[in-house]
């Protein structure tokens, strides 16, 4: 079967770094995403990696292994209104979109 | 603002209702698609839409119909829901190409009782 893994849930300080981490086992590969999702809210697009590599976009990066079937969110200088859930979600062989569970990431003061 | 919006927000309906879910798209795009999202949950594809056709339809049981009048327009009629079928829904849209993002709607919050 397709199946995404993601941290259920992350806790980190205002103005640190964190990853968030997301591995994917998928019949084939056509791209991952990332989005972020407020409570109550519209998830909202990120990120798109389909080379391996890090694409940075500010605060934020994405990183992925193809090889390793691995791929990372990390956010630097954390906000409060960086408090969201995280949804990492990889397209298969077919172009149907494989998401995870999402990872509730809460920042502290 | 998302560029798809979704009414109503909210509803809570009975086991015997029949309730209709709207969406619209402002973003000139040619696929459309209905998420439902429980906690803790994947999303969980239900059905899609290219230039109005169905392509998609996951094994939605039948009291969950689709409708698309046309390409920025889709609809979700409910009928004779079950309480396990209290979730949100999140309509999106996209363009039909392989690195094209989605973009989503604020969702519905159903509750059914």
């Known amino acids: 079967g397709q199946n995404i893994d993601q941290p259920t849930e992350m806790t980190a300080t205002e103005g640190a770094i964190v990853q968030i981490n997301c591995t994917y086992q998928t019949s084939g590969f056509n791209g991952l995403f990332w989005y972020q999702q407020h409570a109550g809210e519209a998830p909202t697009f990120l990120s798109y990696n389909v080379l391996d590599g890090l694409e940075e976009k500010g605060r934020f990066s994405s990183f992925l292994s193809r090889s390793k079937g691995y791929s990372y969110l990390l956010l630097k200088e954390l906000q409060m209104k960086d408090s969201a859930s995280y949804l990492c979600?990889?397209?298969?062989?077919?172009?149907?979109?494989?998401w995870g569970a999402g990872t509730k990431l809460i920042i502290k003061p | 603002e998302t560029g798809v919006t979704q009414t109503p927000r909210h509803l809570v309906m009975g086991m015997t209702n029949k309730k209709s879910l709207k969406c619209e798209q402002h973003?000139?795009?040619?696929?459309m698609y209905w998420y439902k999202q429980s906690a803790k949950k994947p999303l969980e594809l239900m059905f899609v839409?290219?230039?109005?056709?169905?392509?998609e339809n996951n094994s939605v049981p039948s009291r969950f119909s689709p409708e698309c009048p046309n390409s920025s327009h889709l609809f979700l009629h409910l009928h004779t829901l079950q309480p396990e079928d209290s979730a949100l829904y999140l309509c999106?849209?996209?363009?039909?190409?392989?690195?094209?993002?989605?973009?989503f709607g604020n969702g519905t919050r159903l509750t059914v009782t």
């Open positions: 999106a849209s996209s363009q039909e190409q392989e690195n094209s993002p989605l973009h």
């Open positions: 839409y290219n230039f109005k056709e169905q392509t």
């Open positions: 973003l000139g795009h040619n696929a």
């Open positions: 979600a990889v397209r298969d062989s077919n172009y149907q979109l494989i």
